[in-house]
Every structure is written in C-alpha cells, then in structure tokens.
C-alpha cells in the first residue's frame, strides 16, 4: 500500500525588524499618495496652459497672468481663517460625492451622477427644514440628514437597477438623471412656499433649528470665545466627514482585503491559497 509521509511544520517566521516594518510603510504610503500628486500637478499644468491661451489680463505678459491667476486661487481659498472657513464649507459636499465616487469605482461602476445625488439630497433637505420649521431641531436635523441621504441613495439605486435589469450603462443613465434633477430642482426652488418674495430664484434660509451648529458657535459656547458666527460659517458636519473618510479607508483597506466589490451586488472572492507542493517522497511510492 501507499504510504504518505508528512513532515513536520515549519516554524512560523519571525517578524521583520521595526526599521524594515517602517520603510514598507512609508513606502505604502508614498505609493497612496503619488496618482493625487501627479494628478494635481498635471491639473495645474492643464490650467496654466488654458490660462496661456486666453491670456485674461492683455496688460500684462502671459507667465504673469498664470503667477496672479494661481496666486488668487491660493490666497482665496487659504489667505485667512474666513477663506478657509469657507473653503471647508465647500469641501464637506464635495468629500461625501468623492466617497460615492469612489465606492461606484471599486466596483468597476462609473458614478457620473454624483453632482444630481447632491442636487437631490439638497433639495428634498431643503424642502423638509421649510415645510417643518414647528419641528425641533433634535428632530428636523437628523430627519433633514436621512431624507438628503435616501434621496441621494434612490437616484443612485435606479441607475444600479437598470444596470442589472436592462445593462444599461451608468455613465447615459447617471447624465440623464443629473439633468432631471438639476431642471426639477429649479422648479422647486422657484415654487412657493421654498423661493423668497420679489421673484428671486432662490429659496428661503432655513431656520436657525434646521442648521448645524456652527464651530464658531460650539466654541464661543464652550471655551467662551468671541468668534464671529457669521463669517465663520463651517458648522459641525465636518466631523461626519472625518468619519466618513475613515469609514471607507477601513472599508476599502480592511474589510475588503480578500474580497473586491463588483456590479450587480456581487462579490468576487479571493483567488484561493495555491495547494502545498510535495516532493516524491512525501507522496509515497508503492512498495
């Protein structure tokens, strides 16, 4: 009879210095992090060189219109606290559709129709902080957040529907739904009861109990500062953000380690382990 003999298990490796452990995760790193630099750099270059065409400033030479040009992008958006308050302001939406993008991405799906999901959970936001102003603000604001998050998640869900129903394909579907959304949204905006007397297309300001706090306002009610609520205007949802970028890191590095998301709600598990090899004499020979 045939005999199969074993050999004993190896011991397992030790684990690798503290300095090697390091530099693989700098290395990591670096590697995250090199497509967006590379991609802002070239977004610079492609700018420059639309601004070298057009040349708005004819007084002066055309490497100083890039100069000026840049140096106002730089200044407006982070030559002040006020500047930077209000470039996080339009940040936070712009996070949370990035988050969906790149979700729709791992998935191999094209999420071109992040721009009508904001335009949809804004809208439907909007309209239930006015309809409801009665309400208090431990119950209008989180029902606000949930109703902008299913309303943002049913557009989405139709373009995955007709994805796995007909095959359609989500980058038509998402443009589509983008322009019904946009054009919808500015009927309602310009409807009564949302728009503001004298005909002016845009909708009323919500009630102080339909708002996040403000930090201004969370820290001159806390550490007793004197900070200016209204030019300082970026509330507390960037936390949420913050919370939500590390809710997908551990999605996309943690949990999704042996499993890659793919379309039509399924999962592509991990290639599996590749069997042990065994020598001659461990298969065992007949005698």
């Not at 309602?188 to 007397?197: A, E, M, Q, R």
């Amino acid at each position: 009879m045939a005999e199969l003999h074993t050999q004993p298990e190896e011991k397992s490796e030790q684990r690798p210095p503290a300095t090697i452990r390091l530099r693989t995760g700098l290395q990591a790193i670096g590697a995250s992090l090199a497509r967006p630099i590379v991609a802002i750099i070239f977004s610079f270059i492609a700018g420059a060189i639309v601004i070298l065409i057009t040349r708005p400033d004819k007084t002066v030479d055309p490497f100083t219109n890039v100069v000026n040009a840049y140096a106002t992008l730089f200044t407006g958006s982070y030559g002040s606290i006020y500047s930077f308050s209000n470039t996080l302001v339009i940040v936070i939406p712009l996070t949370l559709a990035g988050i969906s993008v790149a979700i729709a991405f791992r998935a191999g799906l094209f999420n071109i129709g992040a721009a009508g999901q904001i335009a949809a959970g804004g809208t439907v936001a909007d309209m239930i902080g006015l309809t409801h102003q009665s309400w208090p603000s431990w119950l209008l604001v989180p029902t606000m957040i949930l109703a902008g998050l299913a309303a943002g998640a049913i557009l989405g869900g139709i373009v995955g529907f007709l994805k796995a129903w007909r095959g359609a394909h989500e980058v038509v579907t998402t443009i589509m739904l983008n322009w019904i959304v946009f054009l919808s949204s500015d009927y309602i905006i310009n409807s009564h009861p949302f728009v503001i007397p004298f005909g002016t297309p845009e909708t009323q300001v919500l009630p102080a109990n339909a708002q996040l706090p403000s930090l201004a306002a969370v820290s001159n009610q806390l550490f007793h500062t004197h900070i200016n609520t209204f030019l300082y205007t970026v509330d507390v949802s960037i936390f949420l953000v913050v919370l939500a970028v590390i809710i997908y890191w551990f999605i996309i590095s943690r949990a999704l380690r042996r499993r890659r998301p793919r379309s039509r709600g399924r999962w592509e598990p991990a290639p599996p382990p590749e069997p042990a090899k065994l020598g001659a004499a461990d298969q065992g020979e007949p005698r």
